[in-house]
């Protein structure tokens, strides 16, 4: 296990094995794992040292804990505050698993991938759900912006026109 290995092992090392025992390009992960791939050629060349958010991002795309979770397609700086967060819904507790994209085509590729990966169900911006509500087969819900967030908005745009 990759967690395991990187505290017997150099990190750049472990990395490298695991990607190999898991036949995953560096591409893959950084798309999956949200981290710019130049990042990750710097930490399997040993030429850098991670971050612990960057660790927790490459095991949680290596070794997945959860089967079932509920995916959130964002922004990178909306995810911060809820992504690995556990949730307590009715009685249940389920994990919120980010997927940050700034584009229609990785918002998509995002909801493949979380489908593919297990999600319960996918959380995502009102313009993308009816397509995503196409390609998978498990719900999908909108992310509905606050009255105040969109007058923030507006006010934004006023002050600079």
Sequence with gaps: MLSRKIFETEFAEALQEELARQDMSIRDLADRAGIPAATLYKLTSGRADPRLSTVRR??????????????????????????????????????????????????IAAAA??????????????????????IVDCPVAIIKPQQQTMIEAIETIGKRV
């Design 113 to 134: 991938r979380a489908e593919k990966e297990g999600a319960l169900g996918i959380v995502c911006a009102p313009i993308l759900a009816s397509i995503v509500e196409k």
């Design 58 to 107: 490459i095991v949680n795309v290596l070794e997945p804990r959860e089967k079932s979770f509920i995916a959130v397609i964002a922004a990178r700086f909306l995810l911060d505050d809820i992504d690995n967060r556990d949730l307590q819904i009715d009685g249940r507790k389920y994990r919120i698993r980010g997927y940050p994209a700034d584009t229609l085509e990785e918002c």
